[in-house]
Each structure stands twice: as C-alpha cells, then as structure tokens.
C-alpha cells in the first residue's frame, strides 16, 4: 500500500475559482503534512506545512488535515493563471538514521483559464 | 537567507558514462541533505540522505552513489548510466531544527 495517494487529474478551472486538492494517506502515526508547488521543468516549492489536524490558512491557501479519515486537503481561493502548476502533497516519513523524509503522492496538475 | 545550489542544469549523456551532479547549499551550516528522483508517471523518490560529512544513507538499490565531501556539497555520481536512469534530479535540504525540506532547481537527465 502506497503511504499516500492524491489523484493526479488533471484539473482545470476557470480564473476566480476555489480549487480543491486532496490526498489519503495510509498510516495514522503519520503527523506532519505538507503542500508543494511545482511549475513545470522547476524543483518544488513548499507552500504550506501543517501538523495534527485542522486548518492552517496563509494568504489565499487553506492546508486542511482530517486525522479521523487520514485525509488532507490544499485549498486555494481565488484562483489565478499564475497559480497553475503541479501541486504535490507530502507526508513527513522516519527513517533509520535519526532523518526524515518525505513520501510524495503522484501530483495534481491545475489548469487556471484566464 | 538560504539558497541551494545545482548544476548542470540538463544533460544528456549516453549509456554507459560516467556520471557527476553537483549540489550545494550557502547560507546554513550541518544541513540535512538529500537527493530524489522525479521520473515520468513514478512521482518524487528519496535516493540519498545525508546528516553529516561523509555519512551517506541510501534508501532504494541503485546504480547510483552519492557522497557529501563537504559539509554543504553533495555529489551523485554514477559509473555507468542506464536508461533507466533518465529523469529529473533534485537536491534538498533541511535545518536539523525542522522538518521542512527545500528543493534545489534540478537537473533534467537524459541518458540515449
């Protein structure tokens, strides 16, 4: 079983819209969740980062937790053609050696129309 | 402020090269560093991590070693390339303070 899972699109919405992304992850120890913003052919860019459960807002972006259904969600209001990109959601995974690293889901690909 | 640092930018070697990226970090000292892979339709894959000079962690069997010859230096090198190692190559770091990682901008390998 994958450690997270987020459907990867792509999606495609008209410019002032709210855009949805949401990612699953498997195993409830897991406590520390993060959003990522990639353009296409650049490294990521981390957006938000949010620990247990509840909302973080920052600017338009909204990072949602759900630890009951094991469930994260990466709102964005608003939405701009500059917003379009690829938007990863990662979990904080230990490992061995005292570090720490992180298990990406697959990417959701946003389109933003103008 | 902190910056990362990698090069080349792209590269296209052919199979059975040897192969050498580069990448390093200004502005902190004792970072964490780590080098994944994003290869098209498999997502993001830790490949290295390192907490310190030459300590070295891999975390998939590979054709590929890194080494950290320097406390903000981390090198991925390979004898000989493969095919299958085609893909987009990133360098990240993070504080030993927190557990939020930093890309590098990556460098888009092609092996033909």
């Known amino acids: 079983q994958k450690e997270v899972e987020q459907d990867p699109g792509p999606l495609s919405v008209p410019e002032g819209a709210i855009v949805s992304l949401n990612c699953t992850y498997s195993?409830?120890?897991?406590?520390?969740f993060m959003w990522y913003r990639q353009y296409s052919r650049k490294g990521p860019e981390l957006l938000m980062y949010?620990?247990?459960?509840g909302n973080k807002e920052d600017g338009r972006f909204t990072a949602q937790v759900d630890k009951s259904s094991k469930y994260i969600s990466l709102f964005i209001r608003d939405s701009q053609p500059s917003d379009s990109a690829t938007y990863l959601c990662?979990?904080?995974?230990?490992?061995?050696?005292?570090?720490?690293?992180?298990?990406f889901g697959a990417g959701t690909t946003v389109t933003v129309r103008a | 402020s902190q910056t990362i640092h990698q090069w080349p930018a792209t590269l296209v070697q052919p199979v059975g090269s040897p192969l050498s990226l580069e990448c390093t970090v200004e502005?902190?000292?004792?970072?964490?560093l780590y080098w994944y892979r994003q290869a098209a339709g498999r997502g993001l894959q830790l490949l290295f991590y390192?907490?310190?000079?030459?300590?070295i962690s891999s975390e998939v069997p590979q054709n590929l070693s890194a080494s950290r010859p320097q406390d903000r230096q981390f090198i991925l090198s390979s004898k000989k390339l493969l095919l299958s190692d085609s893909g987009f190559y990133l360098c990240?770091?993070?504080?030993?303070?927190?557990?939020?990682?930093?890309f590098g901008p990556g460098t888009r390998l092609t092996v033909t």
């Open positions: 990240a770091w993070r504080s030993g303070y927190s557990y939020e990682q930093y």
């Open positions: 195993n409830s120890a897991f406590q520390y």
């Open positions: 949010t620990y247990s459960s």
């Open positions: 990662a979990i904080i995974v230990p490992l061995k050696s005292n570090d720490y690293k992180l298990s």
């Open positions: 502005g902190t000292s004792n970072p964490n």
């Open positions: 390192s907490v310190g000079i030459g300590q």
